[in-house]
């Protein structure tokens, strides 16, 4: 296998996080970008970073996540998710290297009734979701050689830097803390470790896989109530815990209801992520959390 330059950007968010840990004990040559060194909704200081480094790929995690405040400011969730992508492939197709593209479950509206596949056409249903597609278009559009990742739900020892942690902590420590937990049983997706994402993204470049879109999701789905109920189960924790409807939140966003994937191709080609639950207790143990 030859040894690849890959840049890294978002690096200390979750999915990056992972993503430099899967590669370091690899013969590839690792460069990790967080938002303090490359701001990707700049195209001359990315394009004077990227070309000091000079890698073979470049895998964009750098993402705008707030999904309530995207809908009060679309212009911060286009800068980064739809213009940043733009820059990141432009510089790119000009360097020819290739790029990941990291993307979201929630550029489908959610009204399918069996999970997402690749070949599922895109109809997103707020800000966000709208941002991420604009930046799947012009990474499509602009550079032949990518890869646009689709992921779900994600959880990751480093947290979600734009969130503040995920929500497998977020779970833990209202339990701690005895808290009422109410939690929402009408919004289904695929829960997915960051670790596993970033094993398979490894796996996608090493194989040499055709260039397009993958969805890379952990097995199955649930709501986020039973993903709840799945965390203090394996943890065996008493908890104040209730299902309740989205509309009782009141959020700003509209959200896509249900929004399983399903990792056709990869599957086409022989690779498989874990089950969501085999998932979790993995990270309930990498936590420390499990022995």
């Known amino acids: ?41 700049d195209l001359s200081s990315s394009r004077k970073m990227l070309e000091k480094i000079q890698p073979d790929i470049v895998i ?3 993402a ?8 009060d400011f679309p212009d911060k969730a286009f800068a980064v998710n739809a213009l ?7 510089i790119c197709k000009d360097m020819d ?31 966000y979701g709208t941002s991420k597609l604009a930046g799947e278009y ?19 020892i480093a947290g979600a830097s734009g969130k503040g942690g995920n929500f497998v902590e977020t779970m833990i420590k209202k339990a701690r803390n ?30 040499d896989l055709p260039f397009g879109v993958y969805h890379a999701a952990n097995g199955g789905q649930c709501s986020w109530y039973e993903f709840a109920v799945a965390i203090f189960n394996i943890l065996g924790m008493e908890t104040n815990l209730s299902p309740t409807k989205t509309d009782i939140f009141r959020s700003k966003a509209r959200r896509p209801m249900y929004t399983p994937l399903v990792n056709m191709k990869l599957n086409n080609y022989g690779l498989e992520m874990e089950s969501w639950e085999v998932a979790l207790r993995n990270y309930l143990i990498e936590k420390e959390y499990l022995d």
């Open 97 to 127: 290297a290739d790029l990941v593209h990291l993307s979201t479950d929630y550029v489908f509206d959610g009204r399918k009734k069996n999970p997402y596949t690749e070949d599922d056409i895109p109809d997103p249903v707020d800000v």
């Open 64 to 71: 705008y996540v707030r999904v309530d405040d995207a809908e």
């Open 178 to 207: 005895n808290e009422e937990i109410k939690v929402v049983d009408d919004m289904i997706m695929s829960p997915t470790y960051t670790r596993d994402g970033a094993e398979m993204i490894r796996k996608i470049l090493e194989k």
């Open 60 to 62: 964009n995690c750098a």
């Open 84 to 90: 940043g992508a733009r820059n990141i492939a432009l």
């Open 1 to 41: 296998m030859k040894s690849m330059k890959i840049t890294i950007i978002g690096a200390n968010g979750q999915l990056g996080y992972d993503l430099v840990r899967t590669f370091k004990d690899t013969v590839h040559e690792i460069v990790p970008l967080t938002h303090a060194d490359i701001d990707v909704a």
């Open 138 to 156: 012009f990474v499509k559009n602009i550079v032949e050689n990518h890869y646009i990742i689709r992921s779900s739900s994600l959880f990751g």
